[in-house]
């Protein structure tokens, strides 16, 4: 119903800047919440923020709280994460995933393939 493209990782120096970019395709009206996890090797896939589809409304975990934020383009079905005052643990692949209104909601259904996020001292 949903698909979900992540693109914009790479390799950056500790304290700078990247965004990522979450592109929709498919029936993107059905997008209830939009959400970025990240997974590094050998650690759980951790919760990094959410956004409602509809109303904007963000949510952050603690350890990226002030750093990261969550915003949409909704001409573009696009959702992009701006992370700011990286650090070498922010490193990991990052994955963008919704939610579909009336399809196992709650449940994170669709996922993107993932991007790479690396952090250097």
């Known amino acids: 119903q949903v698909q979900l493209v992540e693109s914009g990782g790479g390799l950056v120096q500790a304290g700078g800047s990247l965004r990522l970019s979450c592109a929709a395709s498919?029936?993107?009206?059905?997008?209830?919440?939009m959400a970025w996890f990240r997974q590094a090797p050998g650690k759980e896939r951790e919760l990094v923020g959410t956004?409602?589809?509809?109303?904007?409304?963000?949510y952050y975990a603690e350890s990226v709280k002030g750093r990261f934020a969550i915003s949409r383009d909704n001409a573009k079905n696009t959702v992009y994460l701006q992370m700011n005052s990286l650090k070498p643990e922010d490193t990991a692949v990052y994955y963008c995933a919704a939610t579909i209104r009336c399809f196992r909601e709650g449940a994170f259904a669709s996922w993107g393939q993932g991007t790479q996020v690396t952090v250097s001292p």
């Open positions: 956004l409602s589809w509809s109303t904007g409304n963000t």
């Open positions: 498919g029936r993107t009206f059905s997008i209830g919440r």
